[in-house]
């Protein structure tokens, strides 16, 4: 069975850091594009940061840019967002998804985590 799990959400106070981590269980995630998504409440689900399966390269949405780092640790099968400076708009269910593309949008991403939520507030 194929199954994406994420972890390390929680609160966190406004410009403090969070890592979260996506690992496997049957898939090589270094196969893959990976990608971190996101859902506000009353809002869509959006790709944020995403890291291809070719040469490493990352896409970041501009709100994240310079704050959120993608990562892989291939010898733990597992991909890392890294959350800095963050801030109550970040607040969300924080999903990540594997797909077979250099795209960042939803539609082409297949195998999906069940989602850890990030609240920041003070």
């Known amino acids: 069975q194929l199954q994406l799990v994420e972890s390390g959400g929680g609160l966190v106070q406004p410009g403090g850091s969070l890592r979260l981590s996506c690992a496997s269980l049957?898939?090589?995630?270094?196969?893959?594009?990976i990608g971190w998504f996101r859902q506000a409440p009353g809002k869509e689900r959006v790709g944020i940061a995403c890291?291809?399966?070719?040469?490493?390269?990352?896409y970041y949405a501009d709100y994240v840019k310079g704050r959120f780092t993608i990562s892989r640790d291939n010898a733990k099968n597992t991909v890392y967002l890294q959350m800095n400076s963050l801030k109550p708009e970040d607040t969300a269910v924080y999903y990540c998804?594997?797909?077979?593309?250099?795209?960042?949008?939803?539609?082409?991403?297949?195998?999906w985590g069940q989602g850890t939520q990030v609240t920041v507030s003070s």
């Open positions: 998804a594997s797909g077979n593309s250099n795209s960042c949008l939803e539609r082409f991403y297949d195998y």
């Open positions: 890291i291809n399966s070719s040469d490493g390269s990352t």
């Open positions: 049957g898939l090589t995630l270094d196969d893959y594009a």
